[in-house]
């Protein structure tokens, strides 16, 4: 039986670890390919297409069998589909919970994830027949982690204040989960074999996941709820806009909600109430338009090349990692490829474990994007400039800051510096210095952390809240589509170019300029709200002016 609202909130912070560890271990765990890679090649995975591996190999022989670039094609045309679904899902997924609610989606997402494991697991007991198995595990594994980070999106909503900060802990948890396969990497180390681990990633969500749902549809029953101790009123609002206040407060109260005979243990905040009552209802605008917007087709380009580029570095680390040591194909011998999987396997380590930054650099993000709103108002309008110049007169204050305004610069601010950490990125990626990976991983994070945030953040500032789910599906598959194209690169990478990255790093480094370009349009339209609003404020100050002259 799934908890009232009143259960919910008081165990909020209790649902908050939970969805934080679930997301940490369980969501995006596929995100960990490099340390994975080499746990499916040493179980043999699609070694038959290698020819130096003979056919009649016995179980014990597997950790011997050698891997070749056939083999790692295939394997990574699984982690492509795996990736695909992983991002590519969000749209039915959105559409689905706002039908079903995030409770069976995330239970689905839950038996998804344990299926994925447990063909993992049986396709490693005879890999010579059951590898074709990996795609349709990788594909649930990918289709599982989603459904359990998209139904914990709603959580933060139970923080009040502390929204933005949970949001950003949610995603960063999915972010780390790349943790998990380099964790049961190192528990082989200790004697842990493929099927043990698989079962430790395993440990069932469902244990936590019946307990911590919400009632749905969660964002319609949150709304209606109002708790009259918690009331509180800004001591900002004053005159007409304390009129209009206490109007809309009444209002609110005077209507017949299941939630007030059921003794709510909400509250409506003082901000969800200048909203209201600061601005005017919002005109109808279109999906159309909001669709056809050069924000949302300018994120549409960044957001996909950001993808693109995280996904083909994860997709291609190892074989960089193996160039770096054994200076190409045509210079490996015998010793360099013993050296080279020595050194692939533990800076794959390192990789897996500094996934955690994401926990501490996404707050960072949120930090950015949540930064002086409190002090902002609503935008101005024809009701409420008036007002505003009142209060503006007689305070002799500054022109007001506006929020949609100052969401707008912390939006130009998050991805210019995540299209900067992106550059950096890309530019320690065409140095040949094994010790400069270490930056290489730590930027990789830090740009993995930022750019969903981000961009979820732009489309709540501008875009209405009714097309904020299907814009952020839309986006994201679209971005999965992009990231379809690290396989042909993938694959020109260990074929014509004969291992060598140089030369698709520099390519990828030179598309990922094109981000620039979305913050650079931020700039401009920013400008002309500015001067939008410049109209709104002087306009009623000089006729407050004049009126006073003439009395």
Known sequence: MAPTLQQAYRRRWWMACTA????????????GWGSLLIMLKEEGFYSSLCPANTTNATRDEQRKWLSCDRQEEMLNLGFTIGSFVLSATTLPLGILMDRFGPRPTRLVGSASFAASCTLMALASRDTRVLSPLIFLALSLNGFGGICLTFSSLTLPNMFGNLRSTFMALMIGSYASSAITFPGIKVLELFGVGGGEATCVVFLPPPLNCVGSQFPTPWGRA??????????????????????????IVGQRLSQKAPSLEEGA??????????????????????FRQSLCSPIFLWSLLTMGMTQLRVIFYMAAMNKMLEYLVTGGQEHETD???????????FYSSIFGAMQLLCLLTCPLIGYIMDWRIKDCVDAPSEGTALGDAREGAATKSARPRYRKIQKL?????????????LVGFGITCLINSLHLQFVTFVLHTMVRGFYHSACGSLYAAVFP?????????????????????QQPLFMA??????????????GLLLFSLLGFLLPSYLFYYRARLQREYVAYWEGPKKVLGSSEVTA
């Open 465 to 485: 809240s009714n097309h904020f789910g299907t814009l952020t599906g839309l986006q994201s598959l679209i971005s999965a589509v992009f990231a379809l194209l």
């Open 335 to 345: 010793i360099l490829r013993k050296q080279a999987a020595e050194t692939v396997g």
């Open 409 to 421: 610069t912390n939006a130009i601010n998050a991805f210019t510096l995540t299209n900067f950490l």
């Open 265 to 286: 243990d909400v509250f409506i905040s003082s901000q969800d109430v200048r909203g209201a009552s600061g601005s005017p209802p919002e005109k109808s605008i279109p």
């Open 222 to 247: 949150l709304k209606k709820k109002i708790k009259l101790s918690g009331l509180a009123l800004d001591h900002k609002v004053t005159g007409d806009r304390f009129y209009t206040h206490v109007t």
């Open 20 to 31: 934080v560890l679930e997301n940490l271990f369980f969501s995006a765990v596929l995100l």
């Open 493 to 506: 990478m260990v074929g014509p170019l004969k291992g060598e990255p140089f030369w698709v790093n520099l």
